[in-house]
Nanobody
Framework: AQLVESGGGLVQSGGSLRLSCLAS????????MSWVRQIQGKGLEWVSN???????VYADSVKGRFTISRDNAKDTAYLQINNLRSSDTGVYYC?????????????????????WGQGTQVTVSS
């Protein structure tokens, strides 16, 4: 299986980007899709999940500015990022997890994500 991110780039503070994650080789509609980011000098930070039923959850730091979505017909997950801040600069990774229903209510940071993309760089200039 493979996840390929795209859509990153250089944008001014306050701007927007739409990241895409194209999945192949897995039953996309059965997977929880997630976005995680690596901020320079910091560890990995979980950003958002979208579950099989379309339920979404967000980190407090992005709530209200980021929107995760999925198109099962296109095997693609998206992350719409609005009102970008310099603190959002980093590498954004798409990940996936095949979860039993019992695990879908666990804290997202505790889940085991099986596939990862190569990441897409988001740089916000002030």
């Amino acid at each position: 299986a493979q996840l390929v991110e795209s859509g990153g780039g250089l944008v001014q503070s306050g701007g927007s980007l739409r990241l895409s994650c194209l999945a192949s080789g897995l039953g996309f509609s059965s997977y929880t899709m997630s976005w995680v980011r690596q901020i320079q000098g910091k560890g990995l930070e979980w950003v958002s999940n979208i579950y099989r039923d379309g339920r979404t959850v967000y980190a407090d730091s992005v709530k209200g500015r980021f929107t995760i979505s999925r198109d099962n017909a296109k095997d693609t997950a998206y992350l719409q990022i609005n009102n970008l801040r310099s603190s959002d600069t980093g590498v954004y990774y798409c990940t996936s997890a095949l979860l039993p229903a019992s695990a879908e209510r666990r804290p997202p940071q505790t889940l085991e994500y099986d596939y990862w993309g190569q990441g897409t760089q988001v740089t916000v200039s002030s």
